[in-house]
């Protein structure tokens, strides 16, 4: 394979996906809007749209992988349908010119029997939202003539994770001894995975042909509460365990009636509700890959946040 490795977007995914491939001597070039990205000898940040074909062949050119770890403007349908499709087919295009996999992190929100452990399997035929918007983004991968990977991953933690229900809503609270208010139930079985595991299996991926054009599990530990995962916290960070509170259904509903953030996040409730489980097990073997152990993510994504202070 070629050596040289692009990264679209620097947030939590794009950034460990950049810094993994540099600290394994890997020359890396990442697009952003801003020009960011870490700082490394081996990591070229460049400014770019990556709606622009023809800004995206001439920084492809020459590259092994893409991985396009770019999200919607906001966490809204609309948004993610007038964003996300057009983007993907740029990135698929001038991938495909360049000779390149594209891997892309993906969610769980397209399995339409989520009631039951999520496998590999599927079904993926979730409609409506942006449950809906996800579907059609695996439908038009799956018909791209580009190879792909979607490696699928439950809700994020670990360092440089801010905008997850596991991070600047429960890690800051856990440190400062403050009440921490969850979704739904705090109780309820809900896989989460750990940010570097996801970019470790990306990057695994795109260098293993024999696992090109599927859709793959990240490594992922067995499913936790949410009282589980703070507990997780608040032992790697020897603080005392903090007093946790439910937001339910019905305080979600009234609250969206003002507000249009809020309004998103009732679409997503389900998988705070009920058992909200994945199964990474075919994944592990087929990428020979193991979840981070609990104890040693936890201390790394609380380090990680006493460093912002």
């Not at 739904?184 to 079985?189: F, R, V």
């Not at 969206?256 to 073997?285: T, W």
């Not at 990428?287 to 994504?301: R, S």
């Amino acid at each position: 394979m070629n050596d040289l490795h692009v990264v679209t977007g620097a947030g939590p995914v794009g950034w460990t996906v950049a810094g993994q491939l540099a600290e394994q001597g890997k020359n890396v070039r990442i697009l952003t809007r801003s020009g960011s990205g870490p700082g490394h000898p081996l990591v070229e940040r460049l400014k770019a749209d990556v709606r622009d074909p023809a800004q995206l062949r001439q920084a492809f050119e020459g590259a092994a992988a893409v991985y396009h770890c770019i999200h919607g403007s906001s966490y809204s349908a609309q948004a993610w349908q007038a964003e996300l499709p057009v983007a993907e087919q740029t990135v698929l295009a001038a991938a495909g010119v360049a000779g390149a996999v594209v891997v892309f992190p993906e969610s769980l929100y397209s399995y339409s029997k989520p009631e039951r452990p999520m496998t590999e399997a599927g079904p993926r035929t979730a409609t409506g939202g942006k449950r809906g918007v996800r579907t059609s983004l695996l439908e038009a991968r799956a018909a791209s003539a580009t190879n792909t990977v979607s490696m699928v991953s439950g809700d994020f933690f670990g360092p440089r994770v801010r905008m997850s229900h596991a991070g600047e809503r429960l890690v800051p609270a856990v440190l400062a001894g403050k009440k921490v208010w969850v979704l739904g139930s705090a109780d309820q079985p809900h896989s989460f995975t750990y940010v570097p595991d996801l970019a470790a299996a990306m990057i695994h991926a795109a260098r293993t042909p024999s696992l090109w054009n599927r859709v793959w599990h990240t490594p992922t530990g067995p499913a936790l509460t949410q009282r589980q995962l703070a507990s997780a916290f608040t032992e790697a960070a020897g603080v005392r365990a903090p007093r946790i509170g439910t937001m339910p259904a019905w305080a979600i509903r009234a609250t969206g009636v003002f507000s249009k953030d809020v309004r998103e996040l009732e679409e997503m409730l389900y998988q705070f509700e009920k058992p909200f489980v994945m199964d990474s097990a075919a994944s592990q073997a087929a990428l020979g890959l193991h979840p981070t152990p609990l104890p040693e993510a936890a201390a790394a994504t609380v380090k990680w946040w006493r460093a912002q202070d």
